[in-house]
């Protein structure tokens, strides 16, 4: 059998799914278990599932999300049992089993269209006390409605995948006109993104009722941002290029059944929302959300702990409103939850806050100063849940800055 350590994200209540190569093989499915990888399209060629081969063979995940829930809730569940029995098919076969350290990872899913939501109080309220008024921060909309905009599909990219500072046009302090250059305060926003695994005829709506049916699984999002380029450009339709030159996630999509057991109630929404956006049980899910900061001299130093259970609108209620004008939601689409922040300055989820737009420097235990992040300096980024023996965890999405081309 499969050993698997205490703390492996990777535990038999876990099973995440995702693309994988090995040396010269194509991209396939397949699934997260300890420290291996189990090779799903080589298990249905075994004749061990009932699935089309041609769809485990695919590089990417819409496929076999397109069977529905029922099939792919199914396999986990069998899979999940061949895993614990030391007579299984799936132990007869070893060559069905690949060390993670030795695959390939490959972007999980096809993003055919990425919407960022702005859903944490915390964020929208550090941020309106920075750039508007702290006794009245959030905009007249903000409790009303799930506030997000489109981003850019065809530049998130996979963990290790390292980024180039982006340039763009920015107001310089006191200057008249704006320049072109790199960015100066190049910053991460800690976030998580659900993948729809269900799509809905254009003109349709989906309630918050059926929402979770439309929800496959989960991703750790680092939403990347250039501050200065945003606060130029961001009147009168929001982000452009401070947001569309990458986005990062992890390789591994969490089912949402595996998160079952880490329901929350979240925080009480006041005043009350209007009657599409209205829910009924605990929608927010209690995950341990952590970035580190690991300079050019090597030292890595811990930046952030926060949870996505401090989420003020949750999953369900971003993809009710979000269909509510009867947008046609299709599979493989990605929605980010936004920054995710708490209440306590540890838990901010991006520099701008941890450092109040940069007027309170970070001073770091090697004697460095960080407001926004430098080239040289990884950011990487861990999410899981545990509770009661149970632990679901997402991997890493950890990326490296490069100086501008």
Not at 381 to 388: L, V, Y
Request: aromatic share 10%; glycine share 8%.
């Amino acid at each position: 059998m499969i050993n698997i350590t205490a703390h492996s994200d990777f535990s038999i209540h876990n099973l995440p799914f995702g693309i994988f190569s090995t040396k010269g093989s194509a991209p396939r499915v397949g699934v997260a278990i300890g420290e291996h990888v189990l090779d799903l399209k080589a298990v249905v060629d075994l004749g061990f599932l009932n699935i089309s081969p041609e769809v485990v063979a695919q590089p990417s995940l819409n496929a076999f999300i397109a069977l529905g829930k029922q099939t792919t809730k199914t396999v986990r569940q069998v899979l999940q049992q061949w895993l614990q029995q030391e007579d299984s098919l799936l132990y007869a076969h070893p060559n069905l089993f690949y060390l993670q350290k030795e695959v390939k990872m490959h972007l999980p899913v096809e993003v055919g269209d990425y919407t960022d939501f702005y859903s944490s109080i915390e964020h929208a309220t550090n941020v309106g006390s920075m750039f508007r008024d702290p006794n009245n921060a959030l905009l007249p909309n903000w409790k009303h409605l799930p506030v997000g905009y489109h981003g850019r599909a065809s530049s998130i990219i996979l963990s290790g995948t390292d980024i180039y500072r982006p340039k763009g046009q920015l107001l310089p302090e006191g200057a008249a006109q704006p320049v072109f250059q790199p960015t100066a305060k190049l910053d991460f926003e800690l976030e998580m993104a659900f993948i729809v695994g269900k799509e809905n005829p254009l003109g349709t709506t989906i309630s918050t009722a059926q929402a979770e049916e439309y929800i496959f699984g989960m991703v750790l999002f680092n939403d990347w941002s250039a501050r200065d380029l945003q606060k130029w450009e961001y009147v009168p339709l929001g982000p452009f290029l401070a947001k569309s030159f990458a986005s990062s996630i992890s390789p591994w999509v969490v089912p949402l059944e595996a998160l079952e057991p880490f329901r929350v109630n979240g925080p009480k929404q006041v005043p009350a929302v209007l009657p599409y956006l209205q829910f009924e049980g605990k929608k927010n899910y209690a995950i341990e959300l952590t970035v580190g900061l690991q300079t050019p001299d090597g030292i890595t130093h811990p930046l952030v702990q926060s949870n996505y259970r401090y989420m003020y609108w949750n999953m369900v209620q971003q993809l009710a409103h979000h269909s509510s004008n009867g947008c046609n939601i299709r599979v493989g689409d990605m929605m980010a939850s936004g920054t995710i922040s708490g209440k306590t300055k540890n838990s901010f989820g991006s520099l701008l806050e941890l450092s109040w737009g940069g007027k309170r420097p970070l001073k770091l235990k090697n004697g460095m100063e960080r407001c926004f992040l430098e080239d040289g300096d990884r950011i990487s980024m861990h999410a899981f849940a545990e509770k009661e023996g149970k632990r679901i965890g997402f991997g890493e999405v950890t990326t490296k800055i490069y100086p501008a081309l």
